[in-house]
């Protein structure tokens, strides 16, 4: 059975940095690109970022550019986002999605909630 | 970036009402592979979003087969064939054709 747990959120300050982490299991993790998708409260739901099965290439969503970093340890079977710089607006559920093709995200983990306020 | 409106974005039905969703694109989605890379996800209260449809009109595994996809270029519609009760939540296209990927506002599915 495919599982994808989240950890890592919480409540933070303006301007500084969290990094989540997404620990994946049930299946070969090296042979799947992952991606963070994230969902504001009561809002819908916005692509944040993707990387490859591999872990060199990465696309990002206009909105987080420079300020996050998606990664990936493959003998962890994790999948990370650190995000730097954070602001009121990037406060979310954010959820791990396993991507089999362009924006097809086959299985999604229960999601963590970030909150960015002083 | 692309824009997905989804119509309605509120949609009462009763058990076993056939309704459909439409998902309109500002560009065409078709890729110059050939691929139109439009999907459909559900989102049931409290919980994570789950795929339905890929590809436009494949239907996921596991999906009942009450729920159907169709369309092409910017106009994309998801059907499902006699509402049950589990149906209801929100439902959103999402398209992978151009970057950034972008979703739909979400349609929500109420019970009348």
């Known amino acids: 059975e495919v599982q994808l747990v989240e950890s890592g959120g919480g409540l933070v300050q303006p301007g500084r940095s969290l990094k989540l982490s997404c620990a994946a299991s049930?299946?070969?993790?090296?042979?799947?690109?992952m991606a963070w998708v994230r969902q504001a409260p009561t809002k819908g739901l916005e692509w944040v970022a993707s990387?490859?099965?591999?872990?060199?290439?990465?696309h990002y969503g206009d909105s987080v550019k420079g300020r996050f970093t998606i990664s990936r340890d493959n003998a962890k079977s994790t999948l990370y986002l650190q995000m730097d710089s954070l602001r009121s607006e990037d406060t979310a559920t954010y959820y791990c999605?396993?991507?089999?093709?362009?924006?097809?995200?086959?299985?999604w983990g229960q999601g963590v909630m970030v909150t960015v306020s002083s | 970036d692309v824009v997905l409106t989804q119509t309605p974005p509120t949609l009462s039905a009763t058990i076993g009402q056939s309704v459909s969703i439409s998902c309109r694109s500002s560009?065409?989605?078709?890729?110059?592979?050939?691929?139109?890379?439009l999907h459909w996800l559900l989102q049931r209260p409290g919980q994570s979003p789950q795929l339905l449809i890929y590809?436009?009109?494949r239907l996921e595994s596991g999906v009942p087969n009450r729920f159907s996809g169709s369309g092409s270029g910017t106009d994309f519609t998801l059907k499902i064939s006699g509402v049950e009760a589990e149906d209801l939540g929100v439902y959103y296209c999402?398209?992978?054709?151009?970057?950034?990927?972008?979703f739909g506002g979400g349609t929500k599915l109420e019970l009348k």
């Open positions: 999605a396993r991507q089999t093709i362009a924006a097809l995200f086959d299985y």
């Open positions: 049930g299946f070969t993790f090296s042979d799947y690109n």
């Open positions: 990387i490859s099965y591999g872990g060199s290439n990465t």
């Open positions: 560009q065409s989605l078709l890729h110059s592979n050939g691929n139109t890379y």
């Open positions: 590809l436009v009109s």
């Open positions: 999402v398209q992978g054709t151009h970057a950034p990927w972008t």
